[in-house]
């Protein structure tokens, strides 16, 4: 997908969920974020801080084999919830809401995008 193709596809998704306030997709090889939409409130550091804690919640650690397809990390404050990309699993997409926010319809949600994501390669 290209890079204004996926700014396209996460500004849609994006406005398509109110209780979501961030999302961003990166590339976990190379430690960057390759796009990043989040609201008008939402501080553009905090929302990148969270994208990049991606590496260290789908990376594997010395014991486990496999990197995680998905994963979660919620606080009384956030939600993050992460999911890589079909096929490309050096890509991650992570979407931020609130702490009260429906963890089982975020989940869904960021991954109907990374299929996305996928499917536009």
């Not at 699993?89 to 809401?97: F, I, K, P, S």
Request: aromatic share 4%.
């Amino acid at each position: 997908m290209s890079a204004a193709g996926l700014g396209v596809t996460m500004r849609e998704e994006l406005a398509s969920r109110t209780d979501a306030v961030a999302l961003a997709c990166l590339d976990t090889r190379a430690g960057l974020v390759l796009g990043l939409e989040l609201r008008v409130d939402v501080l553009h550091d905090d929302a990148e801080k969270a994208a990049l804690s991606a590496v260290c919640t789908t990376s594997p650690t010395k014991e486990e084999l496999a990197d995680f397809d998905e994963s979660l990390v919620a606080s009384g404050r956030w939600v993050h919830a992460y999911a890589r990309v079909p096929d490309r699993h050096d890509l991650v997409v992570v979407g931020v809401a609130p702490g009260d926010a429906n963890v089982a319809l975020l989940r869904t949600w960021i991954r109907t995008i990374a299929e996305r994501v996928g499917s536009r390669r």
